[in-house]
């Protein structure tokens, strides 16, 4: 390669990452502001090639993931924000599939695949010709025939991008929403409010902190992950009926003192 090609090769990359951070910026703006709507789209993947997981991303619509705006915007509501938070799309079936959620919990290894999970979003948004958005979702679909166990899910506040691993079953709806919002949390600032034994941590991670007595509770915090019933033991909830946002995960988002 000739040194001309070569540095504007270089060039290249510079501006786009230069486009990169230029539209986390603007967008961070407008996450920590509340003034105008955030655009999310959420897209499906199959992600096991099974004939039954196509089958059920081919009878997704945006109706199923409605739960999952109400749920963001009821809560910022509540904590004063005035206009609708988020608009959710539904942007149907991508058929490239996101790199791999690493299984160990390496710090290297974690910084090389976000690089390499933004690398790819910004490659499916450059593909994508219509339309588009603020933060991106893409969802993992596997059958459940076939999958017992599924890694975990990634929000990316740096990103603005997640994705998430869920089951491709009408059953999992409830529980698959209720992963897509703990998620898209992540991408407006949220951190995790659970112990490493999945237990949620007093009080952050609690729906009613302040409750007598304490347990068992009756709600999850959308970042607690659970509705502890004990000190020992947390249920997971089926549907975001059962989750609402708590004040220590609402002050990260920015929704006091506007
Ligand atoms: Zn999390």
């Known amino acids: 390669m000739s040194k001309k090609r070569r540095y504007i090769r270089y060039l290249v990359l510079l501006l786009i990452l230069f486009a990169v951070a230029v539209h986390e910026v603007i967008v961070d703006a407008k996450i920590s502001s509340w003034e105008q709507t955030l655009e999310v789209r959420l897209f499906a993947i199959n992600a096991d090639g099974e004939r039954a997981t196509n089958k059920y991303i081919r009878s997704l ?3 199923d993931f ?9 809560g910022a509501e509540r904590y004063g924000i005035t206009i609708k938070a988020i608009n959710f799309t539904y942007a149907g079936e991508l058929i490239s599939r996101p790199p791999d959620v690493p299984l160990e ?29 603020d933060i991106d979702l893409f969802i993992n679909y596997f059958d459940t025939s076939k999958t017992k166990s599924l890694r975990h899910s990634v929000g990316l506040k740096g990103g603005l991008i997640g994705v998430i691993n869920g089951f491709a079953d009408n059953g ?12 898209l949390m992540h991408t407006l600032g949220a951190t995790d409010k659970y112990n490493q034994l999945n237990q949620p941590a007093h009080p ?22 659970r509705i502890p019933l004990s000190a020992t033991k947390a249920i997971i909830p089926d549907n975001l009926d059962l989750v609402v946002i ?13």
Do not use: C
């Open 66 to 74: 409605k739960a999952v705006e109400s749920f963001i915007n009821r």
């Open 105 to 133: 919990n390496s710090v290297l290894g974690n910084i090389i695949w976000s690089l390499h999970f933004r690398a790819w979003a910004l490659y499916q948004s450059f593909q994508i010709k219509d339309g588009s958005s």
């Open 204 to 225: 952050g991670g609690f729906a009613a902190p302040f409750q007598e007595p304490l347990f068992p509770q009756r709600e999850a915090e959308i970042m607690g992950g």
């Open 246 to 258: 708590g004040a220590f995960t609402a002050a990260e988002l920015n929704w006091y003192g506007l």
């Open 172 to 183: 999992y709806r409830g529980s698959n929403n209720v992963v897509i919002a703990h998620e």
């Open 61 to 63: 619509k945006q109706a």
